[in-house]
């Protein structure tokens, strides 16, 4: 669901310049404002609706329509009308492959990691400029309503959507003429909707976002007016489609349709799609479904619905189980559930959902509705209309950067609140090095092979010193948008350099799941690899070391000093090719034992020749 917020701003900015909120949905737009102080959705210019489904078709000269008149193209012009377009964003081909059955138009390859194109006859779309297609009709609906041109936006985007994801929609607002001041949570916006700011005391809040494509789970704090969001968990694949899908496959078991013929089909698909969801919508209040198709009469009743719905909300409270480990609290411990996404209206889900945290649901606003209204009231915070209201939320995964042997160094831990900023000294390990890579990862394993690469850039023009000697800094910025900046800085020359992570794919939060599990499955193994690891780092810098003493020591070591140290030497570096951190360690032991005494014999000598007046290396 996607909604859109407008804040008419009085003050030092003029009384035609307006801050609009978008949050680009999977199924449905709208649009909402806060007027003398009360948020309100905008309709269209019939007074009716104020949903705008998130459909565009293009027609034969590629002119594309959105909303109801695109909605209607679905059945008639399938391949040439594109929705759900929102699960796309931020994703490459690879990203989704194995999920374009949800898909009835074309998706094709380029490059498998670049991010996903849309063709439409012999053009081809991103889903940021689809997306924006949405976004300027939003903007219309605004200017008509307002009679004045929007150009400030806030968009409201799932709590689970990653930097990748988060970027697109900023890029799909700036194309659509947006200048995107803010991205919320969804979940954020709708405790803001639901006035829970005003509260009494320290509040625990569960946000249960059940979407047509997207379900979000989001355990909030809420204290002195201050939101904090604990942890959030879900999946970008699970929503009210599924149940329509699988209403669909209820139906194809019950008349013996043949499923493989309905997928071919784009146009029986997308037919019964939209019979399947008319069904679920209709048995929210009536006891019964009953319709025609193709000459027979297909029907569905409460309880086959309850049967079909009940795993898919089973599937959502195993989110919430997670999220509330991760926030560390038991499900006793919510004081509010409050429900968002359309698919919240079912009466069934809603028992479902109270019975598992045992309390009455809130759901005294529109689901619809709910966080178009909060990202309003967000918006009227932008343009400081309202008394502080401090936003935090946190990072899904780990953000680190890659370090000598392979590792992860991680700077902001998983689950930390944004905005937060993070930073590490850091130095060479070759001498003279005068560029150095940073190399930035995204995910919770040891080493940044299992992890997922966001971006990098070579630090340039690093004055030459020895190893050890330059103070790098690096700075990660996450800001309130999700957006990660870093910067690397050589303190003693002040060269420096940044950028901001744009990567060109993102990742589904079953990746991110899979990251995680992953993480925790292999933990013991990782250690073992860490611990490995780092021993052989700290050999090559021995072994380097040894070099540079054996070199700069010729002159006056015996050579059966110099024959013990070699054999120290090779032991060690035969050591390093192997799998036991132990011998390692203990070679080194050896190796360092033996040459400290000659280490001060070293000092010893190099002071005698400086006072006698001869230049040492
Ligand atoms: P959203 O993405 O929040 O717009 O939610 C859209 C989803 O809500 C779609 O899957 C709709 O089929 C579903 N939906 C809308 N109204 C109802 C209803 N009364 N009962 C069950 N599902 C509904």
Not at 353 to 378: N, R
Not at 447 to 471: H, Q, S, T, Y
Request: net charge negative; charged share 25%.
């Amino acid at each position: 669901m996607a909604r859109i917020a407008i804040n008419l701003k009085e003050g030092n900015i003029s009384k035609e310049e307006y801050i609009i909120g978008i949050d680009l949905g999977t199924t449905n737009s709208l649009i909402a404002c806060v007027t003398d102080g009360k948020a309100m959705c905008l309709q269209d210019k019939n007074g009716q609706n104020t949903l705008v489904p998130s459909v565009i078709h293009f027609d034969h000269e590629g002119k594309a329509s959105v909303g109801k008149t695109a909605k209607d193209y679905l059945i008639e012009d399938p391949e040439n009308t594109i929705y759900s377009v929102k699960r796309l964003l931020g994703k490459s081909f690879n990203d989704i492959e194995n999920k374009s059955h949800f898909i009835n138009y074309r998706i094709i390859e380029t490059d498998p990691t670049a991010m996903v194109r849309v063709q439409i006859r012999d053009k081809f779309y991103t889903p940021v400029e689809l997306s924006s297609e949405i976004l300027k009709t939003l903007k219309i609906r605004a200017e008509e309503h307002f009679n004045s041109i929007i150009t400030k936006a806030v968009i409201t985007v799932p709590a689970y959507f990653n930097d990748a994801q988060r970027q697109a929609t900023r890029d799909a607002g700036k194309l659509a003429g947006l200048d995107v001041l803010r991205i919320i949570n969804e979940p954020t916006a709708a405790s803001l909707a639901y006035g829970l700011d005003h509260a009494e005391g320290k509040q625990t809040i569960a946000v249960y976002d059940l979407g047509g494509g997207t379900f979000d789970i989001s355990i909030l704090s809420l204290e002195g007016g201050i939101f904090e969001v604990l942890s959030t968990n879900g999946d970008t694949f699970l929503g009210g489609d599924n149940i329509d899908q699988d209403i669909i496959a209820f139906w194809a078991g019950k008349y013996g349709w043949n499923t493989t013929e309905i997928q071919r089909n784009r146009q029986a698909n997308q037919q019964l799609r939209l019979m399947a969801e008319k069904a679920k919508i209709q048995l929210s209040s009536e006891a019964s479904f009953k319709e025609e198709y193709a000459g027979l009469i297909v029907e569905l009743n409460r309880n086959e619905l309850h049967t079909i719905i009940q795993p898919i909300v089973e599937t959502t409270l195993k989110y919430c189980k997670n999220a509330l480990n991760d926030a560390r609290l038991t499900k006793e411990k919510i004081d509010h559930i409050v429900m968002v996404g359309g698919s919240t209206r079912s009466p069934y889900i809603k028992d479902l959902v109270s019975q598992y945290f045992g309390k009455e649901v809130f759901d005294k606003i529109d689901p619809d509705t709910v966080v178009a209204l909060g990202a309003a009231i967000q918006a009227d915070v932008l343009a400081g209309n309202q008394r502080d209201v401090l936003l935090l939320d946190v990072t899904p995964l780990s953000l680190g950067i890659e370090t000598v042997g392979g590792l992860i160094d991680v700077l902001i831990p998983r689950n930390t609140k944004i905005p937060c900023k993070a930073g590490r000294q850091y130095t060479t390990s070759i001498d003279g090095q005068v560029n150095l890579k940073i190399a930035v990862y995204q995910g919770e394993r040891e080493l940044v092979a299992d992890n997922r690469k966001l971006g990098e850039f070579i630090l340039k023009n690093i004055p030459p010193m020895p190893a050890g000697l330059p103070k790098i800094e690096i700075i990660f910025t996450l800001n309130s948008d999700g957006i990660l900046k870093v910067k690397a800085k050589e303190l003693r020359s002040d060269t420096s350099q940044e950028i901001e992570i744009r990567p060109t794919y993102g990742i589904s939060e079953e990746e991110m799941s899979l990251m995680l599990l992953d993480s925790i499955k292999n933990a013991k193994e990782d250690m073992q690899t860490k611990a490995l690891l780092e021993a052989v780092t700290e050999a090559q810098t021995n072994l380097l070391a040894t070099q540079k003493f054996l070199k700069q020591n010729d002159s006056w070591l015996s050579n059966a000093e110099k024959q013990t140290i070699m054999e120290l030497y090779n032991r060690l570096e035969e050591a390093t090719k192997g799998n036991d951190k132990d011998i390692i360690y203990s070679i080194m032991q050896e190796l360092n034992d033996y040459s400290e005494p000659l280490a001060h014999k070293a000092m010893d000598y190099s002071i005698a020749q400086s006072l006698k007046g001869t230049k040492i290396e």
